[in-house]
Structures are given as structure tokens and as C-alpha cells.
């Protein structure tokens, strides 16, 4: 069984489009090809730009995709995974730890597709007019010259996170992964922390006006300003917590970051929050 702890968000959303073209497609199982495509499908991650930067779109490539297998009646559960697309997971972790890289991103399933003839994913990319190792040494390409795709991951690691604190924000990766959103952005954590009832930040916030029916209705329709990515916050979190010599970074911590950040600020105040209030107040407490 595979533990997805370690996957980047851009690979768990790689994994769920890989899922949903396989009911779309009614196909027997989750095979390399899907996993592919679900990459291609990926916005903003690094697999996807190595596939864009080769011409490879989703576009193109769902009709070869689609043609693979047979159609299927389906019974309503849960797609299972092929031995293929689990053997190349095995994979893109191997590459992960041989790089010396503590997550598991969309460049380690690409390194792990190609490493197999396992699957169709080599036929898929043969009908699109390239190779397993062209590709392969594409995406050795980017990381050799710095790309990463070291995101909220290494944050949480970092940020030594409260019990409270890591639900809050799996629980934002999940919502950002439900609206189909490329990153965890401001207003998934923000929802969240308004509405984890154990937390004292769901009191302050409620207290000061936000309006986390609106906050939802914004982050649906993609408001920009609840998009901003929330990675950059760490640095101030990191820096906060060892400011005040706290051993834990709790939501009274994500809280404050959100408000020293100039999107996260504008977010509350847009959504009807009293920040100055709510500020000191959350200093107060």
C-alpha cells in the first residue's frame, strides 16, 4: 500500500486527475498512462512544465489515452491501481530518496514512469512522438539546474507543527485538492482555521466579522487575492515562533503570519474581518 504522506500537493492532485480520467473513460483500472496524463493535467507543477516545454499537452494526449483500453460498466466503487502504476510509485520514491529529496513530487513520477516499461505509459508517449528516455533526461535537465518542487511539505516539517496546527493545514491541502486549486493558498487556510472549532483563532475570527460563508462562496469562484500561495508564510511563522521561544507552532501562529502578510491581511479585511482588532486581541491572548 502506498503512503501518500510524503507526496507534494502537486502530485496527490496528479493521482486524483488519474483517478477521475479513468471513471470519465470507464476504464478497468489506473494504469501509468493515466497517472501521465493526470501530471500533464497538473498546472504549475514541475512535470507539467518539463511536458509542456517537450509540447506535450492533455489535450493531445486524452484521445490516445482514451483508445488504450477497453470500456467498462462501472459499479460505482473506487478504480483499483494497476501493478504498473504501483511498481512506478515504488519508483518515484526510490528517485526521491536517491536525490537526496524528502518528498515525493510530480518530477519523481515522471523518473518513475520512465524507469518501466511497465504500463502505457511508454506507448502513450511513443504516440505522442517522444521516448521514456528523452523524457527522462528532460526532467534530469530541470532538476539539475534547480527546480523543485519543495513546497508545504518541507514547511510543515520545518515549522514543527502542533496536533491542531497539522490538521488545519491537511485540512486546507484537502480543500485546495477538492476546488481543484494548483496550490494552498490564503483562504483554504484561513477557512479552515475559522473553522476548527477546537482552535481559539475560530473564536477570534468568527468575533471580528469574517464572513466564512463569503470566504467560501470567494475561494469556489477563485478569488485571487484567497489563491495566494501560503509557502512564503512560512518564513515569518518560522521566525515568530523562535521570537517568542515557543517550541510548537500552533494556529495562534498561522493566524498571525496570515495578518503580516499583506495578501493574508487584505483577505481578512475583504472578507469582513476587523484586523486591527482581532490583532491585538490575538497578541493579547
Same mark, same amino acid.
Given at each position: ?11 496527490? &492532485? ?32 514541475? $512535470?507539467?512544465?518539463?511536458? =509542456? ?6 489535450? =493531445? ?8 483500453? /477497453?470500456?467498462?460498466?462501472?459499479? $460505482? ?27 515525493? $513530487?510530480?518530477?519523481? %513520477?515522471? @523518473? ?15 504516440? @505522442?512522438?517522444?521516448? /521514456?528516455? %528523452? ?31 497539522? &490538521? ?26 475559522? =473553522? ?38 512560512? $518564513? ?47 497578541? &493579547?491572548?
Amino acid at each position: 500500500m502506498t503512503n501518500y504522506s510524503r507526496y507534494s500537493h502537486h502530485a496527490r &492532485r496528479a493521482l486524483s486527475h488519474a483517478s477521475l480520467l479513468v471513471k470519465r473513460y470507464r476504464h478497468p483500472y489506473v494504469d501509468t498512462g493515466h497517472l501521465l496524463v493526470g501530471v500533464m493535467l497538473a498546472e504549475g507543477s514541475i $512535470g507539467c512544465q518539463v511536458l =509542456q516545454a517537450m509540447n506535450l499537452y492533455a489535450a =493531445q494526449a486524452e484521445p490516445h489515452l482514451q483508445a488504450l483500453y /477497453p470500456i467498462i460498466e462501472m459499479a $460505482g466503487a473506487e478504480a483499483h491501481q494497476a501493478d504498473a502504476l504501483e511498481l512506478t510509485l515504488a519508483l518515484a520514491a526510490d528517485e526521491a530518496a536517491w536525490l537526496s529529496h524528502h518528498y515525493i $513530487g510530480t518530477e519523481h %513520477l515522471l @523518473l518513475g514512469i520512465t524507469r518501466t516499461n511497465a504500463g502505457n505509459a511508454s506507448t502513450l508517449l511513443r504516440r @505522442l512522438g517522444t521516448t /521514456p528516455d %528523452l523524457l527522462r533526461s528532460r526532467v534530469r535537465r530541470a532538476l539539475n539546474e534547480g527546480a523543485s518542487e519543495l513546497d508545504l511539505q518541507m514547511a510543515k516539517h520545518m515549522a514543527r507543527l502542533s496536533e491542531l496546527s497539522r &490538521r488545519v493545514i491537511n485540512a486546507a491541502e484537502q480543500l485546495a485538492l477538492s476546488l481543484e486549486h494548483p496550490a494552498v493558498g490564503i483562504g483554504h487556510l484561513l477557512l479552515e482555521l475559522a =473553522q476548527e472549532a477546537r482552535s481559539p483563532t475560530c473564536q477570534l475570527l468568527r468575533d471580528s466579522g469574517l464572513d466564512t460563508a463569503r470566504l467560501h462562496d470567494g475561494l469556489v469562484a477563485g478569488d485571487r487575492v484567497l489563491l495566494v500561495h501560503i509557502e512564503p508564510m512560512f $518564513g515569518y511563522v518560522l521566525d515568530l515562533v523562535e521570537k517568542v521561544g515557543s517550541h510548537y507552532t500552533g494556529t495562534e501562529h498561522l493566524l498571525l503570519a496570515l495578518l503580516a502578510d499583506p495578501a493574508g491581511r487584505a483577505a481578512l479585511e475583504i472578507y469582513g474581518a476587523q484586523v486591527d482588532i482581532l490583532e491585538r486581541r490575538l497578541r &493579547r491572548e
